[in-house]
């Protein structure tokens, strides 16, 4: 296992396009760190750099305690698997397997015994005499995913690995991928700009964004604590709900006035943040669909809305309320329909407040 330490990483294509920009970060030893985006946001070239293939402009990529900033890739011990799966299409399965071990020079017994054992595991053993050619995306990703851990690396990372697996498949392969975590105490490092992978898999997540570390946190605190707008936005399905406001006293009270005629006191608990720095500053105000309620009934400082679109998940809607000028979403196990007028409240412990550059400043 392989302590991962990037120290003042920034990295500039063609002297003016700044790729990667002053990341410092560290990913521990036997921990799952997704690095999550959304495209272009600087992934894949720290990926790239951390696996050797490519040099920064500056800084330093560390090891445990080893800078190996200008060690080649060949030299890290690394394994790695991409979006799309590498196979060898004239070999069978099995010699794909193999192929790692046979570089190594290890006997044919040790051979056909780690094979097996990586066969099992993935679940491959009817595929081990069929060449990859004509074989489903999955398996063939199975097959990509064997190899790499058949090499017996430090680190494994894994480069968009789902993105072409059909759904159901792709719970399938993020279960192995959880079992790996679990079994095998690999440093894997996951690259992807699916909010919902990384949320699933990850032990810390990196959300990146123009080539830098936005934050870096335990899923749930990224998720329940985002340190700005982009964050609240980018991750959730659908994202943080955010309006623009202003902090005002009227009559002597204190309210949170928002786009579109929204209106409602300041809780005691934000009283206090509140005080003298934000009034009649703008601000922006958090919540996420989930954590919006719903009533038919007026319920005490509620706002009614009118419902525009439901969309059916299952278990849960989605719905579309309008309320004053504006449209919220809200994620509701109440059964809605459309054009119904119902109550919404915000409980004060869920609302998050951004200032106006939309860096988070309650919540």
Not at 68 to 95: C, G, H, S, W
Not at 263 to 281: G, M, S
Request: hydrophobic share 40%; net charge neutral.
């Amino acid at each position: 296992m392989v302590n991962i330490k990037l120290e003042g990483i920034t990295h500039i294509y063609d002297g003016k396009i700044k790729a990667v920009d002053n990341v410092n970060i560290e990913m521990p030893h036997g921990k799952l760190t997704a690095i999550l985006g959304p495209s272009g946001c600087g992934k894949t070239t720290t990926l790239k750099i951390i696996a050797g293939l490519l040099r920064p402009t500056f800084g330093k990529v560390y090891f445990d305690d080893k800078d190996v900033t200008t060690l080649p890739a060949e030299k890290r011990n690394i394994a790695m698997v991409f979006q799309f799966p590498i196979v060898y299409p004239t070999m069978t399965v099995f010699d794909n397997l193999a192929f790692p071990l046979r570089l190594k020079k290890l006997s044919r017994d040790i051979i056909n015994n780690e094979v097996k054992i990586v066969a099992e595991f993935l679940e491959l053993q009817q595929y081990l005499h069929a060449k990859p050619i004509g074989l489903p995306a999955d398996v063939k990703q199975k097959i990509a995913l064997g190899r790499a851990l058949i090499k017996d690396a430090d680190i494994l990372i894994l480069d968009e690995p789902l993105t072409n697996i059909e759904p159901k498949a792709r719970v399938e392969l993020r279960e192995k991928i959880l079992e790996i975590k679990r079994q095998k105490g690999l440093t894997i490092i996951y690259v992807t700009h699916d909010q919902a992978e990384a949320l699933t898999l990850a032990d810390l997540i990196a959300v990146m964004k123009d080539g830098k570390i936005l934050q870096f946190d335990l899923p749930e605190n990224v998720y329940n604590h985002p340190r700005n707008t982009f964050i609240a936005w980018f991750l959730g399905n659908p994202g943080m709900n955010l309006i623009k406001g202003f902090v005002k006293r009227i009559e002597g009270k204190s309210y949170l006035e928002l786009e579109g005629g929204l209106r409602f006191q300041l809780p005691i608990e934000l009283l206090n943040l509140f005080q003298e720095k934000y009034y009649d500053e703008e601000i922006i105000f958090g919540i996420r669909p989930e954590n919006v309620e719903v009533s038919y009934e007026v319920i005490p400082e509620s706002i009614q809305g009118k419902v525009l679109v439901i969309e059916d998940t299952g278990l849960l809607q989605i719905a579309t309320i309008k309320v004053g000028d504006i449209e919220l979403k809200v994620k509701t196990s109440k059964l809605l329909k459309e054009e119904q007028y119902v109550y919404i409240r915000f409980p004060y412990y869920f609302i998050k407040i951004f200032n106006k550059n939309g860096e988070l400043i309650y919540g």
